[in-house]
């Protein structure tokens, strides 16, 4: 049975080297770009809570930590919501997925700006229609990943992955600076939300025209061949094609998921406290806060196309090697924003910059191409959920236990925090790159 398997892999992977025919390259780039426009656009329906938390706390009558439950909410809802988007992605079309997610958060934020003008009264349905957003927002990776897995091939992810992973440093960075434009035009927090949800809604039209989950859907030839059976072809092992994941599998999937725990932990911090660490320790405004603090997403979009490009080009579409040199990076990046960062506010434009580059190579890696390489394509998607899944039980401890170290102890205490949480991730990496020299992982 080994044998067979092996000769079955041997003519799936010559199937792939078929060239692209024009028909099939025009709909990829509409794949590209309404996949791009997405996920990019569901960051301005999600990112304006972090920039106007400042306003958000003089509006509700709230501190710190209790503004934090709000977030919490919704970071509870949003990993919760990545298990069921898998889910569901892997029974219904992930077009319709990503239509309805796109669509129920636009609505949300058009609450939330109506609640920042009831005054105290507001907390409580922020909160709800938080948990609501959470939910929708979920759909957008899996969806999202699960429809590139048909379009584009193995040989070629880590680099187009790697540009299309910038929606997420890119539509953050935009959707900081936007919701700190509209505060400042507009003179009140609720346009910080009504403008992200006109952005989500131009961006749904485009969607709706653009998108198709598969090549076969419109009429084409399957671009990407049925990959590997997802077992190990190790020797010591009998190669079955079933339905389910073997243990080998499961295990690659579950550590990436706890590896990717401690990059989403780090990132989230830096995205919903650092314009409150800016306005506080600088005296800045919140709208000149959110300019320095979109230095993170700016170059973490070269962290993410490095990272892709050379696992592409020098390892053979191995992503491991590569996760775990800039983990080690993003260590020595974090320790220099605890040392020099609250010297000024270029100091610390300069190490969230560095932060960024070194954290969102290998958080795409784990979340974006390696979720789709350890798996075959039908999988992607419930990969996706499972990996963002575990992953996102990182944004829902930051927020609380900054929160509550930021109010009752101090920034030496956060700073500790997040070194240490850097240290699990090259833990992670270095677990995973050791597997992928011994042949135990596909990452």
């Known amino acids: 049975m080994r044998e067979a398997a092996r000769t079955q892999v041997l003519r799936l992977r010559m199937t792939e080297l078929a060239p692209i025919t024009p028909r099939q390259r025009r709909w990829r780039i509409n794949i590209f770009t309404a996949t791009w426009l997405s996920y990019a656009g569901f960051y301005f329906c999600r990112k304006a ?7 958000l706390k003089e509006a509700l009558v709230v501190n710190d ?6 977030w919490t909410a919704y970071l509870i809802a949003y990993m919760c919501g990545q298990f069921l988007a898998g889910w569901l992605g892997a029974r219904v079309a992930c077009r319709r997925l990503l239509l309805v997610g796109m ?8 609450v939330f700006g109506a609640s920042t003008l009831l005054g ?64 400042a035009w507009m003179g009140a927090v609720s346009w910080s939300f009504w403008g992200a949800s006109v952005v989500l809604f131009v961006i749904w039209i485009v969607f709706y025209f653009l998108h198709r989950d598969r090549p076969e859907d ?37 550590t990436m998921g706890v590896t990717y725990f401690s990059f989403k932990f780090i990132r989230y911090a830096l995205d919903s406290w650092s314009t409150v660490f800016m306005s506080e320790t600088f005296d800045m405004s919140t709208a000149m ?7 993170f997403d700016y170059v973490g979009f070269l962290g993410v196309l490095t990272a892709g490009w050379v696992s592409d080009r020098f390892f053979g579409g191995k992503r491991s090697t590569i996760a775990f040199a800039m983990s080690v990076g993003m260590v020595f990046a974090v320790a ?7 010297s000024s506010p270029l100091m610390f434009g300069i190490s969230i910059a560095l932060v960024g580059f070194t954290l969102f190579g290998p958080d795409s890696l784990l979340s974006g191409v390696g979720a789709i390489d350890v798996v075959s394509k039908k999988r992607a ?21 900054i929160g509550y170290l930021a109010t009752y102890h101090s920034l030496d205490a956060v700073f500790m925090l997040l070194t240490v949480v850097t240290l699990l991730g090259v833990m992670g990496t270095g677990v995973l790159w050791w597997w992928g020299r011994t042949g135990k992982s596909r990452f």
């Open 49 to 55: 809570f972090g920039v106007v938390k400042p306003e």
């Open 65 to 70: 930590f209790e503004l934090a439950w709000i």
């Open 103 to 110: 669509a129920v958060s636009v609505c949300c934020n058009l």
């Open 120 to 183: 105290p009264a507001g907390y409580w349905p922020l909160m709800v229609f938080m948990i609501l957003n959470g939910f929708a927002q979920a759909t957008g990776w899996p969806g999202n990943i699960g429809t590139m897995a048909h379009w584009f091939r193995k040989t070629e992810r880590g680099t187009v992955i790697g540009f299309w992973g910038t929606c997420y440093q890119l539509g953050s960075a935009w959707a900081k600076q936007f919701a700190g434009f509209m505060l």
């Open 218 to 254: 419109i009429g084409l030839p399957a671009i990407v061949a049925e990959e590997l059976p997802p077992v190990e072809l190790a020797d010591d092992e009998e190669a079955v094609a079933d339905e389910g994941w073997p243990p080998g599998v499961l295990r690659s999937l579950l």
């Open 289 to 295: 806060s959110a300019q320095i603090a979109s230095a």
């Open 336 to 342: 220099f924003m605890w040392q020099f960062g609250s």
């Open 381 to 401: 998607v419930l990969a996706a959920g499972l990996i963002n899944g575990i992953g996102s039980a990182g944004p829902i401890c930051q927020e609380l236990i």
